[in-house]
T-cell receptor
């Protein structure tokens, strides 16, 4: 089992550019989560999917952020246009489903917006 | 707002000593989970304790849960330099898959 896979691991871009982060959850897991981690705000849940359907996107900061899960093995988080305050580490996590389940985190994507 | 708040924010100890971290939360929970994060890495699940459990062990880890005080503690015994990491507690938001993470405790273990 390869675990949760995220790409890219590092992304440096200029303000105003579109950024797309990618995630492949663990096979068989039904829930997928996108988090953002910064020193100031800690670990924040942005959005989560269950069976490819967005369940709660209340953590998405604004309309510049969007997430999709076209199938059970792939999800994207897009920021358009990006701003310097979006600089953070973005984590994807998955779990088999059910609120008693633990979450399995990917290695994260470190985003720097200049 | 954060559901879980860890205490202390930072802890420095010598190898071989025990490390205790505390977590407080606000609402009723079904379970509480502890995660570890090494610098530059994703979070790794350590242990889950259910609301009807009071204590749980896993290797050198001991977790307690006091639902009346809405608090939990994580004890790492005989610490090692490799235990240096940040430790987070997390609780589910209602009957959902959503986990709310605390602010974390940064543990430094000196050899």
């Amino acid at each position: 089992d390869a675990g949760v896979i995220q790409s890219p691991r590092h992304e440096v871009t200029e303000m105003g550019q579109e950024v797309t982060l990618r995630c492949k959850p663990i096979s068989g897991h039904n829930s997928l989560f996108w988090y953002r981690q910064t020193m100031m705000r800690g670990l924040e849940l942005l959005i989560y999917f269950n069976n490819n359907v967005p369940i709660d996107d209340s953590g998405m900061p604004e309309d510049r952020f969007s997430a999709k899960m076209p199938n059970a093995s792939f999800s994207t988080l897009k920021i358009q246009p990006s701003e310097p305050r979006d600089s953070a580490v973005y984590f994807c996590a998955s779990n088999p489903s059910g609120y008693t389940d633990t979450q399995y985190f990917g290695p994260g994507t470190r985003l720097t917006v200049l | 707002s954060q559901q879980g708040e860890e205490d202390p924010q930072a802890l420095s100890i010598q190898e071989g000593e025990n490390a205790t971290m505390n977590c407080s939360y606000k609402t009723s929970i079904n379970n509480l989970q502890w995660y570890r994060q090494n610098s530059g890495r994703g979070l790794v699940h350590l242990i889950l304790i259910r609301s009807n459990e009071r204590e749980k062990h896993s290797g050198r880890l001991r977790v307690t849960l006091d639902t009346s005080k809405k608090s939990s503690s994580l004890l790492i015994t005989a610490s090692r330099a490799a235990d240096t990491a940040s430790y987070f507690c997390a609780t589910p938001r209602g009957n959902t898959d959503k986990l709310i993470f605390g602010t974390g405790t940064r543990l430094q273990v000196f050899p």
